[in-house]
């Protein structure tokens, strides 16, 4: 019986933690949509719609993993159930049977005089006492036996509601499913047509992306220039005092080091539209294009806020790519570019989350997006790794 429960237990865990990742995958799906139609507001294909329903289409697919892994439990448990209300069943037979050879046995001895001449004849005191104690636990016995068959009624009558709520659920689960599989169809869809659409627009794809690594190749710059100031600085306070870095940065780039996979998003809201590093185009395949950072999709009017607490190392303009903000913690550098407007300036103390300045929203392209890099001295790292459940 323990074994039974702490298996039930286990089960609804795991049921648990697949509605759990359901509701998420649901709520990251519709956030996509919102953002899919701002980005549609315009009428015509873009780079930006295309991502965020291959995103959308890979969270449909995982949803409805998801949804079928759910259905399988529930079938198990359907099963598991339907075995119990069985031995339930058997077992109340029994007790019904063991009770009604009590109650003929009792019929054959109910008067009070046939008990008494049962006891008074005994042989000695010592049996008329185990005739006492006899008649007893026949009695308990009865009464006993008659609460065991009410038990187990209930046990079933509870058992029986318990299977039709997980029929119920289950039958939900698998029109949920298919309703999903068509919206899935209908997103495949909508894919291939965007991306036969840009596809045909090859030659300003290529103006794009070659428009685009030009703005990355002057972020890059333009943040080892800062570093190289700062080293420079560094530098020059080591004759002074010894000491490259003090123990204050020492001890914050620890705290940043500490926090990987747990720092917050550079957007109270996103989704990761471009990754790190080398990849091939989402449209032009053959074409590999470099991105030393996350491209972060957002809602319409949203904030860049720091990821970590820090001091604001630079504010540069990007031409074509708007403002960038440069944060250090202590060794490590983290990038808010593609901003609008800024908040802060150079030299100001920030904390984690504090709103830093307001992202570009794209009209033509109907897109708001937001361009998050971290350094670690003169190197690029994967900010991936280091946002909570970005990876």
């Not at 329903?53 to 949803?63: A, F, P, Q, V, Y």
């Not at 609460?147 to 949920?176: A, H, M, N, P, Y």
């Amino acid at each position: 019986m323990v074994s039974i429960l702490f298996a039930a237990n286990l089960f609804g865990q795991s049921r648990s933690e697949l509605e759990k990742k359901k509701k998420q995958l649901i709520a990251d799906i519709e956030f996509k949509n919102k953002l899919l139609e701002e980005t549609q507001e315009n009428k015509k294909a873009s780079l930006n719609q295309l991502v965020l329903l291959n995103n959308k289409i890979s969270e449909r697919e995982d949803l409805i993993k998801t949804i079928s892994r759910e259905i399988v439990y529930l079938e198990k448990e359907k099963e598991k159930t339907e075995s119990l209300i069985r031995a339930l069943e058997q077992d109340l037979q029994r007790y019904k049977d063991e009770y009604a050879k009590l109650v003929y046995n009792t019929f054959k001895t109910k008067n009070s005089y046939d008990k008494l001449m049962y006891i008074l004849g005994s042989q000695d005191i010592n049996q008329a006492f185990r005739r006492i104690k006899y008649l007893q636990q026949y009695a308990e016995y009865r009464i006993n036996q008659a609460e065991l068959i009410v038990r187990t009624q209930e046990q079933l009558s509870k058992k029986r509601e318990q299977l039709s709520v997980i029929i119920g659920d289950k039958q939900s689960l698998l029109e949920e499913e298919k309703a999903s599989k068509n919206v899935l169809f209908a997103e495949k869809s909508l894919q291939q047509n965007v991306y036969q659409d840009l596809k045909n627009k090859e030659k300003q794809l290529r103006i794009e992306i070659k428009k685009n690594q030009q703005e990355a190749e002057r972020l890059k710059k333009a943040i080892q220039k800062i570093i190289e100031e700062e080293l420079r600085r560094q530098e020059e306070a080591k004759k002074k005092s010894g000491f490259a870095i003090t123990p204050e940065a020492k001890a914050l780039s620890q705290d940043f080091q500490n926090n990987k996979g747990k720092l917050p998003w550079p957007v109270e809201k996103g989704v990761i539209t471009e990754k790190y590093g080398e990849h091939p185009h989402p449209v032009l395949r053959e074409v590999k294009v470099q991105n030393n950072g996350l491209n972060i999709g957002t809602t319409e009017g949203a904030s860049a806020r720091a990821v970590f607490s820090g001091t604001v190392s630079g504010i540069v303009v990007i031409p074509g790519a708007g403002i960038a903000i440069i944060v250090r913690h202590g060794e490590f550098l983290t990038v808010y570019s593609n901003l609008a407007e800024v908040f802060v300036k150079k030299g100001d103390a920030v904390e984690v989350k504090q709103e830093l300045g307001k992202v570009i929203t794209d009209k033509e392209k109907g897109k708001t997006e937001i361009h998050f890099e971290l350094w670690k001295g003169q190197v690029t790292e994967n900010p991936a790794y280091w946002l909570y459940n970005a990876n």
